[in-house]
Structure formats: C-alpha cells, structure tokens
C-alpha cells in the first residue's frame, strides 16, 4: 500500500513525477527538446493555517533531481481566496521566500472549508504560473474508536464518516496511518518480511516511509451510506505497518489530487498498461508542473496490538 499525502514521501513522488512530466509519455508534451519548467508543490487542508509553497525547476531525466539545487529564487508567490460564485479574485495572501525555494505566507491565515483558492506564481525567467483548488467540506469521524484494536481480529474498524456530498456528487478519500513508534521490532508480520531481506540501509530508509502508510485512493461509489446519512468505511489492516500507539487520519481530497496521484501511481507501476499506453501525469499546474491541491480531515488515537495479545 501507497502513502499520500504518505504525505512525507510527497518529496519523493514529486520529484519521480517531476522527472517523467520533463521526460514524456505515450502523449508527449509539444516540445522539440527539453524545456525547463517551474514545479509547484503546495497542500490547503481545511481548517489548518496556509501551508508554505515549495518552488523548484525541471530537470532533465539524465539528472538527479535535488530540490536545494533547483529551488527556484526570487519568485514573487501569492494565493487568492475567490469569490465563491463568481470565482473573481477577493483577497490576496502574499508570500515571502524563508529559505531557497521554500515560501511562507505572510499572514498567519486559515484555510477555508469549501473556499476556492487560487496561487500564482510570477518569476521573470518564466510565464505566470497559476492553479485552482476548491477545499472539500470538513466532517469527522462520528463512532468513537476503541482505545485499542487487536491486529487481524475478526472485529475490524469501521471509519463513520459524516461528509457532505461533493459538487459533483463524488467523494474519494484517503486513510493514513500514522505511527507513533516506528521501530523495527514493532513491525507487523507483512511489513516484518518485506524489510527482513533487506540490506541496512534500504532497512532504514523503509522504516521512515512507513511511518506513514496509506491505503491509497477510496472511492466513495464503492460504499454505501447508512440510515443517518453517513459513509462507513472498513479499516483496512494492511494500513497498519506498526503495532502500538497509531494516529488514523481519514481524508477527503480534492480533484487535484485524486488526478494527480491516480496517474503518479500509474507512472510508478501501479497498472497493468504497457509501456507504450501509460499517459503522462495530470498535473493542475498552468504553465508549469506538479501540485496545488486540498483536503480536509480528522483523527483517531488508537493502540494496536498483535493478534496473539492477551489483555492481563
């Protein structure tokens, strides 16, 4: 299973992502040769304060991507709240660069749930680069979540979810699991495995990966409401990669992201498609690549101990 936002190994998808959008697929982008572009990666969640936007460039697929040495410098960075109707411009959030690359609002400001927000990036060596994200309505986890869950039981957790309906009757989530411990004699059996036949470093490496383990895109088609309206979703195991104390975080994500992970997985392997069928990565960026999306969410604290635990 995959993590997103698995949001800590965004780092490492959008620069595999950034690579394959520079590089083409079986569509390629109307081009000659290489054209360095301006990559944008920056994630609203509802209810949180403006996250900063991370600016990089392109590089050729023969190069190894490295943020610090393509952080894009000098960028005059702001993102809109629109008029939620007419979606015209109402109020400005300035940006300034903290560190190369890596702006910060200027305001300490809340994102909005169901607000439309708009960023754009200026920078005199490129074309103004602007996208669009519409924040999904809040909800929250409505059953209480048992204080602690035995791993593989025949009891699993069911998520009730209370969410609004989307715009355009659609909503997709995403559940992390969010350990709390992430060592390796806490591993579960599956992911216990996997590292065993690893080397050290690779170990390592993993072990900070699954501190955040996803169980990828849920389609909302796929489960049914019940009689209070709500959607109830069952807690997939595999999520779980570490016994002890884990934070599950249910989400729902917007358009953006839901295209741009979808086809990012795709990219990675996670299709049956032949190579010559694969389309490139569906970015919202105009003018340049990568991701400006949104989400809401909520949290549970639980304790997950192995199956053959006994409570003294």
């Not at 170990?203 to 409401?225: A, H, V, Y």
Request: glycine fraction near 6%; charge should be negative.
């Amino acid at each position: 299973m995959k993590t997103i936002n698995r949001y800590r190994r965004r780092k490492y998808v959008l620069a595999l992502a950034i690579i394959l959008i520079s590089l083409g697929a079986c569509n390629p982008y109307s081009q000659d040769s290489y054209t360095e572009q301006v990559a944008v990666e920056a994630y609203l969640i509802a209810g949180n304060i403006l996250p900063p936007i991370r600016l990089s460039t392109t590089t050729e697929a023969t190069v190894f991507y490295n943020f610090e040495q393509l952080a894009l410098r000098g960028a005059d960075a702001m993102i809109w709240l629109l008029n939620e109707q007419t979606e015209e411009k109402e109020f400005r959030i300035t940006y300034e660069e903290e560190s190369p690359g890596v702006y910060q609002p200027t305001e300490v400001i809340t994102v909005i749930a169901g607000a439309k927000y708009l960023l754009e990036v200026i920078h005199p060596d490129f074309q103004t680069i602007s996208a669009q994200t519409e924040v999904p309505n809040e909800f929250s986890i409505i059953n209480g979540i048992q204080d602690t869950l035995i791993y593989q039981s025949t009891e699993q957790l069911v998520l009730e979810l209370s969410t609004e309906a989307a715009e355009d009757g659609q909503n997709y989530y995403i559940i992390n699991t969010v350990s709390k411990n992430p060592i390796e004699e806490l591993l579960t059996p599956f992911y216990s495995e996997f590292l065993d036949s690893q080397n050290e470093e690779e170990k390592e490496q993993n072990l900070q990966e699954l501190t955040i383990n996803s169980s990828g895109i849920l389609n909302e088609g796929n489960f049914e409401r019940n009689q209070a309206g709500n959607i109830e979703i069952r807690y997939p195991w595999l999520a779980v990669a570490f016994f002890g104390e884990n934070a599950i975080i249910p989400s729902v994500i917007d358009k953006n992201l839901y295209d741009y992970i979808r086809s990012e997985l795709v990219q990675l392997g996670g299709s049956t498609l032949s190579p010559g069928e694969i389309q490139n990565v569906l970015t919202p960026i105009r003018g340049g690549v990568g991701i400006f999306g949104s989400m809401a969410r909520d949290t549970a604290n639980t304790i997950i101990l192995p199956l053959e635990y006994s409570f003294p």
